[in-house]
């Protein structure tokens, strides 16, 4: 589907006031005690500012087609412009309070039952994953 960069601020700022938009796998407070694997989570700052951070605009926008799941194929990308979000999150193993890598991006993805929702990742797996062919580049917003 394609999206206008309002109609996504507004999914988006709705999910964080309604506090859905952050799962409890993605979120910091869940480090030890959540989800055995890996996972990605968003810094304490951003968790607790994502409403404000999302309003603001701040980032870049780029829509992609996730072909691994094709029945929910939104796949957004944000880029921060605030320094102080350059590293929004970071890859964790499940149990484990150990930071592995800094993520440099966050992905917002609509899942049929869960709705908008945000994790971080490393603009590397990205690009890998454009590689071979599971996300196509649609947009800029």
Request: charged share 15%.
């Amino acid at each position: 589907m394609s999206y206008t960069r309002e109609q996504l601020i507004s999914y988006w700022t709705g999910a964080a006031n309604a506090n859905t938009l952050l799962t409890p796998k993605h979120h910091p407070t869940g480090l030890v005690t959540t989800y055995a694997g890996f996972k990605s989570v968003l810094t304490p700052d951003l968790a607790t500012n994502l409403d404000g951070f999302l309003a603001s605009g701040n980032y870049s926008i780029a829509q992609f087609e996730n072909r691994a799941y094709p029945a929910t194929p939104d796949y957004i990308v944000v880029k921060p412009k605030d320094a102080g979000f350059s590293v929004p999150g970071s890859g964790v193993y499940g149990h484990s309070g150990l930071v592995l890598w800094p993520c440099d991006r966050l992905v917002l993805v609509s899942g049929g039952a869960q709705g908008w929702h945000i994790y971080s990742e490393l603009q590397s797996n990205i690009q890998l994953a454009q590689k071979n062919g599971s996300l196509v580049f649609k947009d800029t917003l």
